[in-house]
């Protein structure tokens, strides 16, 4: 009984402290616009074309300061057909078709030898099923040369999916907010490849994707190498660096990504795992609480999904995103439930399948 309670005691007073901790970034204004290179790698994104290329021809940014790179992984769709109609005749736009020339994962493989082509001062990330607003590119600059960092990602949400995705889009907001907040106690934990920027001298210095082991979180190893080399980290939350990606369709699909996410989640120092494996340990803990002392569990888990609920809104009014009282309701056996099986399904000897890939 005391165990249990210690338990749940301990990752009220975590969500708590993150509540307090948490601060979004104020909007800069951009003052320079020094030459960017963004850089896309795809694989059968046939779907994707037409809205990415055109949310990219909209962003806010001198023509002949942005220079697009995009890498097309071997498609077996007819992504590269459209990738090559909709980008012709813009000359932002330069578009390869990339072979497995690194032992890396597809994406990292396509990012290493887009930087070969890469001229701008500092290096752009998103990915085929995301679109960035107009004004992503001149705040993802202003943030890291303001802040004077190396490596920086900004906020990711996801767009319209029904009631499914609207429980995604609240995982992603409480995620994000715990990074952001683990992050400005000087404990950065990782970039997220869809929404990131970093100068060309801090990928040069650590060598880039290139030099990576090979690794399904590709972002992850990039912050990491970086880290090793003392530069500075940083995720902001704001509107103008906020980027929407689609809602995954299915559980498999979904489990999929978590296992890479987890592959990544267990590098992490012995403090930051401990506090991810409170928030899987509340639910059984709680349920046992309420077993024991039904009055005292379910009080107990009222302040939880109070405090978390607050957080998320809280991280949502910061990219100037709403989020209705009713999605909340079921979001708890959503992670609950996706909790335990993330675990489950990580441990299990489960080939990781990514863009019709499978690697071990």
């Given amino acids: 009984m005391i165990f249990l309670i210690l338990i749940i005691g301990l990752l009220i007073i975590q969500d708590f402290l993150l509540l307090l901790v948490f601060r979004a970034d104020p909007i800069l204004a951009q003052k320079e616009t020094p030459k960017v290179t963004l850089m896309i790698a795809v694989r059968n994104e046939s779907a994707n074309m037409e809205p990415l290329i055109q949310s990219l021809k909209a962003l806010d940014y001198p023509v002949d300061r942005l220079q697009i790179l995009i890498g097309d992984d071997r498609s077996e769709d007819d992504t590269w057909q459209k990738l090559k109609e909709l980008t012709a005749g813009d000359d932002r736009f330069t578009c390869y078709e990339i072979a497995p020339l690194y032992p890396l994962n597809g994406k990292a493989n396509v990012l290493a030898q887009l930087s070969v082509y890469a001229r701008g001062d500092y290096y752009l990330y998103t990915d085929a099923d995301c679109r960035p607003n107009a004004q992503w ?56 490849g869809n929404n990131m920027a970093i100068t060309q001298n801090a990928y040069q210095q650590v060598g880039g994707f290139a030099t990576q082991p090979f690794s399904l979180t590709e972002d992850f190893e990039l912050m990491h190498q970086v880290k090793s080399k003392k530069g500075s980290i940083d995720l902001i939350i704001n509107a103008a660096t906020h980027i929407y990606t689609h809602p995954i369709a299915d559980l498999k699909g979904l489990l999929q990504q978590r296992k890479r996410w987890m592959t990544g989640a267990v590098k992490l120092p012995f403090l930051l795992v401990f506090l991810l494996g409170l928030q899987v340990a509340f639910f059984p803990a709680v349920v046992a609480l309420i077993c024991n002392h039904m009055t005292l569990g379910v009080f107990a888990w009222m302040i939880k999904l109070s405090i978390q609920s607050l957080f998320i809104q809280k991280v949502a009014r910061s990219a100037e995103q709403r989020v209705s009282f009713w999605h909340f309701l079921f979001y708890e056996i959503y992670y609950l439930s996706l909790s335990i099986a993330t675990v489950v399904y990580f441990i299990l000897p489960i080939k990781t399948y990514w863009k019709g890939k499978s690697y071990k």
């Fill in 137 to 192: 590119v001149r705040q993802m600059l202003a943030q890291l040369m303001n802040k004077n960092a190396a490596l920086i990602s900004g906020i990711t949400t996801v767009s319209s999916g029904g009631y499914y995705g609207h429980l995604q889009n609240l995982d992603w907001l409480l995620t994000l907010g715990m990074v952001k907040a683990i992050t400005r106690l000087g404990l950065p934990v990782t970039a997220m």
